[in-house]
């Protein structure tokens, strides 16, 4: 694959572990991946033809019901994943539209910076128990080695959304 779009590999390794339409794909993005990965229709379909042309994905034609187009990994796709997985990861990023609007707090004042924060803690409340729903379904289900690696990612959840917690009584009593 000449163009190295992590979405390429999302993809790829959503479609690791079933065939999926586009739409499907897009709707794990958002269940699943939301909380460290994003993607949009407007990535996901072009990354599909770039794909099948590649060879990293065959399409089938659905030919009961509305037509829907199916894709699965191929071998090429697979072997691609596996590569992409073994390499060094190549940047973590924090990104925080909250934090962005508190550095330039200044700006805003006190008052306006609280709101920012107590929205943010709101957010990261109802996120948190939706991380405790998962970790609580996932451990039980350890049987299959796959559920560990998303248990994995869960607790990472958990974690740094406790940390954000901490984080934001921590700047409200600065603040205050």
């Known amino acids: 694959m000449a163009n190295e779009k992590k979405i390429n590999y999302v993809i ?3 479609l690791s ?3 999926l339409t586009g739409y499907e794909i897009k709707k794990k993005i958002d269940q699943s991946l939301r909380f460290f990965w994003s993607g949009s229709y407007g990535s996901i379909y072009p990354t599909l033809d770039t794909l099948e042309k590649d060879g990293c994905v065959e399409k089938k034609e659905e030919s009961s019901g509305r037509g829907k187009i199916i894709y699965s990994i191929t ?3 697979r072997m ?3 590569e992409w997985l073994m390499k060094p990861v190549e940047k973590d990023e924090l990104r925080y539209e909250t934090l962005l609007k508190l550095f330039f707090g200044g700006e805003l004042g006190k008052e306006g910076v609280l709101t920012h924060i107590q929205r943010f803690e709101e957010k990261i409340k109802q996120e948190l128990l939706l991380f405790e ?3 609580a379904n996932l451990e039980k289900v350890l049987d299959e080695e ?3 690696y998303y248990l994995l990612t ?5 974690e740094s959304y406790r940390a954000f917690l901490n984080w934001c009584e921590q700047a409200k009593t600065l603040l205050s």
């Open 146 to 148: 796959e559920h560990k």
């Open 12 to 14: 790829l390794g959503l």
């Open 75 to 77: 071998e090429r796709g």
């Open 17 to 19: 572990h079933e065939p």
């Open 80 to 82: 691609l994943l596996k």
């Open 154 to 158: 869960v607790k990472f959840g958990i």
């Open 133 to 135: 729903m998962y970790a």
